[in-house]
């Protein structure tokens, strides 16, 4: 791995030509959750249309997601046991399908079928509108989070109960 990172700036002019290499990058972090033990993705539809996703894996013991909060909490908030809480790590709505519900409904399908107690997200400081939305939900905002990585931005790390699954 090198150190010397060259950084080249694109506009929206070159998203033809940067797709493939968006999409190589993404995956590669898509990959990262879906090898997950527990991971679970869904999906929904308007007919054959897919409109979203959600997906997200249980958070392993020891998980480092917690590591650059900001926020002093008691060690036992976030210590991890591999079965205690679900990570949800994305929540996507296609353009024509936003503000109609369905993020709402994506969000809870995913959900439903966890068996870990919680659940945890990240959410962008810059996005206050996203943050409002999850509390609306029933989220609450355990504090800040800047995770170790140069340039990282601020998150607002997030917590929902969950009830049991059958």
Known sequence: MTTGIAIRH??????????PLLLEVYTEGLDHWTARPGCSCVVGYDGDQPVGYSYGAPLPAGSRWWGGLLTDVPADTITETGARTYALSELMVRTPWRKTG???????ALLATCREQRATLLVDQDHPKVHALYASWGWTTLGDLRPRLP???LFRAMLLGLPVAP
């Open 10 to 19: 694109y506009t929206g002019a070159h998203a033809p030509a940067l797709r």
């Open 102 to 108: 369905v993020a709402r409904q994506l969000h809870s």
């Open 151 to 153: 340039g990282a931005p």
